[in-house]
């Protein structure tokens, strides 16, 4: 498998070796969080080690899965879903396999192979983290808030690395990216006394990622409708790319895009709809105020004070031992992150902090927890 560097299997070479393996195509978004689940040194790739330990469980969850998928349409509904997971020894409620069924994909409510497979990594992943703090074997789990973040973060599902800057994603629609930037820019400054009329929240921090208004702000508007491009209605996460390098002048990578998309696409029909994007755009003004007030040399980079400084401007407070951690999970060695994985971070952090305050109900900083509402709070977050 290995092709372009020796010693190491990407996810594309991990790709074309599941379709020489099974004969039917695994998507690249499926290969690339595979990887990233069990690259444990980071480096962008399989080592033969790693891909081992991957080797030995991709044979027995395929047999499973083709063993119950038994008029070969590649899909599991709900009870053979049941039967592929006791055949490997994993027993859950039906409802919590009803959540399995429908995460990805609500109106099917079937799973497709690599779908099962990112499954069963996620199950065994965190299982083996929830066995870890049940020394007691009592089937639940008492967990702090910052041990639950950083658990979920170094889990290596949200890890990605920088991309180099490509050719424009979608074509501008002004003569060039850094004249739409400024005129956006001007749009929301010269429109941000209006916000009043349209959003009850004006001058509040949003806090929560399901926040709605009744009418959408006219900048929201006139952007969202400049960005679409190929489906009406909805942004794609490549015209998304356009959109962040237009507003900010600088390059974001397509996976941090797709992982934008992802998280604030809440009907799941793979693109964000203007309420969706008007969500996305009120946090994205207040994440890159932070950034830009603290990257003072301009260079595009936080390090670990400047960090501190810009999470703290946004009411999130961090020992310094979490904010190191957060610093080196993505590039160890640089210990900078740039606006991007910035942004990435602040919605990680939202999202996850969302899940475990529904559960923190006397706000004690930590929960008790069961092993199916743990695996659940932690897949909702994927």
Known sequence: METKVEGQISSKELQQAFEVYQGKHFSDTSCKFVVRLLDLDRNGGLDIKEFESLYHCIRQWITAFNTYDRDKSGFLDETELDYA??????????????????KNNPKARKMSLDQFIITCIQIQRFTDEFKNRDINYSGSINIKYDDFLEMILSSGSFAEKAERPGKPCCNPKASTVEERRKLFISDVLRDAHDRKKYSPIAGKVVTGQFNRV?????????????????????ISSKELQQAFEVFQGRHFSDASCKFVVRLFDLDRNGGLDIKEFESLYYYIRQWMTAFNTYDRDKSGFLDETQLDYALRQMDINFTEEFLRFLITKNNPKARKMPLDQFIITCIQIQRFTDEFKNRDINYSGSINIKYEDFLEMILRCL
């Open 85 to 102: 997971l006791k055949q490997l020894d994993i027993n859950f409620t039906e409802q919590f396999l009803r959540f399995l069924i429908t």
């Open 214 to 234: 009744n009418t959408v702000h006219p900048a929201v508007e006139k952007w969202f409708k400049a960005m679409e491009t190929k489906v009406e209605g909805q």
